[in-house]
T-cell receptor, first 113, second 113 residues
Framework: GAGVSQTPSNKVTEKGKYVELRCDPI?????LYWYRQSLGQGPEFLIY????????DSGLPNDRFFAVRPEGSVSTLKIQRTERGDSAVYLC???????????FGSGTRLTVV | QQQVKQSPQSLIVQKGGISIINCAYE??????FPWYQQFPGKGPALLIA?????SEKKEGRFTISFNKSAKQFSLHIMDSQPGDSATYFC????????????FGKGMKLTVNP
């Protein structure tokens, strides 16, 4: 596609539930990033994929968060046992190299009630 | 510890004026400094970026000034327009790793007509 696509655009879930957030990167982009943006803050790094492998997952806050990219294109961020503090906008970005800048999607706004 | 500090937090300018946003960083390993523009409900979009081998980069009305010894860089928006009203983030990364970006907290710019 022309840009990075994220679905759903909004997700409301109950505390304790499991959610999956999907990212469709720009075709051919091997680098894929997930960031989390809380209200009034800058995006914070979660995880980086180069191809199919998670090359850097140092930003994942705890083991409730997990992400996959099985075929090197679409990625899914999975959050187990959601907590109210997980409420934020989850941004996905892709890049050819990472070093030349990313293209971000519009994000998924997750609200845990 | 906030690795990238951005100021001011908000700015109001008149149409045609100059908007200046400042950032300071801690990590001397950083070697890529982009600025992102974000409109409500959208992901951040790369505006302009600089590497430390140059002290200034200009693209249209946008100029980055970089001071390596002071570990500071700034964005100047000339002839500011109401359409420039958005939140601006500075960021930094270092080559050789995941090229994950560390973002500042953002500055909300309002350009009055």
């Amino acid at each position: 596609g022309a840009g990075v696509s994220q679905t759903p655009s909004n997700k409301v879930t109950e505390k304790g539930k499991y959610v999956e957030l999907r990212c469709d990167p720009i075709s051919g982009h091997t680098a894929l990033y997930w960031y989390r943006q809380s209200l009034g803050q800058g995006p914070e790094f979660l995880i980086y994929f180069q191809g199919t492998g998670a090359a850097d997952d140092s930003g994942l806050p705890n083991d409730r968060f997990f992400a996959v990219r099985p075929e090197g294109s679409v990625s899914t961020l999975k959050i187990q046992r959601t907590e109210r503090g997980d409420s934020a906008v989850y941004l996905c970005a892709s890049s050819l190299t990472g070093y030349d800048g990313y293209t971000f999607g519009s994000g998924t706004r997750l609200t845990v009630v | 510890q906030q690795q990238v500090k951005q100021s001011p937090q908000s700015l109001i300018v008149q149409k045609g004026g100059i908007s200046i946003i400042n950032c300071a960083y801690e990590n001397t390993a950083f070697d890529y400094f982009p600025w992102y523009q974000q409109f409500p409900g959208k992901g951040p979009a790369l505006l302009i970026a600089i590497r430390p081998d140059v002290s200034e980069k200009k693209e249209g009305r946008f100029t980055i000034s970089f001071n390596k010894s002071a570990k500071q860089f700034s964005l100047h928006i000339m002839d500011s327009q109401p359409g420039d009203s958005a939140t601006y983030f500075c960021a930094a990364s270092s080559r050789g790793g995941s090229e994950k970006l560390v973002f500042g907290k953002g500055m909300k710019l309002t350009v009055n007509p």
